[in-house]
């Protein structure tokens, strides 16, 4: 079975641009996580989409959007790039909703994005 | 809030030593803990993890115990490999709130094994 999938795998933008990352998510996994990753640091929450609706958001600013499509695949964007969005985005799966917060997280190899 | 200290790195150990990472966390209510390890230029693999206080979780030999009263939750591993080298984060995720859940990152540690 496939793992979640993430593309691509490296990208190198400019100050002030547009990118757009994507993530397809394990078979039967209905809900997408990401995740920033600085160099030397842990990854830090970004948003959760379950059923294609928008169910958590990390202290991240409003450049950083994010949607789920029917196919349960999502999309992260970040508009107007700073040097300091240089980092490896992380994409996890999961089932979907759980209780007690115990619902394991699958990730997948990332997308490096280097900002110049 | 929730957060989670790990040890700082790099552990730099010998084939065959003991293995201890230590990590710590505070949080509210009872969460999930998670160590997950993230091989170079790769993304994250989850290792093991415990859902309540004293449950033991383990995977190819590595243990780690959910100690409420400590708040802790670390890493052990009797007899370490040169392929154990990689980086190792201990996660938390908080008690299911508002229909979703997510994970709360330490910084990592980097353990260096050596023949």
């Known amino acids: 079975d496939a793992g979640v999938t993430q593309s691509p795998t490296h990208l190198i933008k400019t100050r002030g641009q547009h990118v757009t990352l994507r993530c397809s998510p394990i078979?039967?996994?209905?809900?997408v996580s990401w995740y920033q990753q600085v160099l030397g640091q842990g990854p830090q929450f970004i948003f959760q989409?379950?059923?294609?609706?928008?169910?958590g958001r990390g202290n991240f600013p409003d450049r950083f959007s994010a949607r789920q499509f029917p196919n349960y695949s999502s999309e992260l964007n970040v508009n107007a790039l700073l040097l300091g969005d240089s980092a490896l985005y992380l994409c996890?799966?999961?089932?979907?909703?759980?209780?007690?917060?115990?619902?394991?997280?699958?990730f997948g190899p990332g997308t490096r994005l280097t900002v110049l | 809030g929730n957060s989670v200290t790990q040890m700082e790195g790099p552990v730099t150990l010998s084939e065959e030593a003991f293995l201890t990472i230590n990590c710590t966390y505070t949080?509210?209510?009872?969460?999930?803990l998670f160590w997950y390890v993230q091989y170079p230029g790769e993304g994250l693999q989850l290792l093991l993890k415990?859902?309540?206080?004293?449950d033991k979780g383990s995977n190819k030999g590595f243990e780690a115990t959910y100690r409420k009263e400590t708040t802790s939750f670390h890493l052990e591993k009797g007899s370490v490999q040169v392929s154990d080298s990689a980086v190792y984060f201990c996660?938390?995720?908080?008690?299911?709130?508002?229909?979703?859940?997510?994970?709360?990152f330490g910084a990592g540690t980097r353990l260096a094994v050596h023949p």
């Open positions: 949080a509210t209510g009872y969460p999930s």
């Open positions: 415990a859902t309540k206080a004293d």
């Open positions: 996660a938390l995720s908080p008690p299911l709130s508002g229909g979703y859940n997510k994970l709360i």
């Open positions: 989409y379950y059923e294609k609706e928008e169910r």
């Open positions: 078979s039967g996994h209905k809900s």
């Open positions: 996890a799966s999961s089932l979907g909703r759980t209780s007690g917060g115990e619902g394991e997280q699958f």
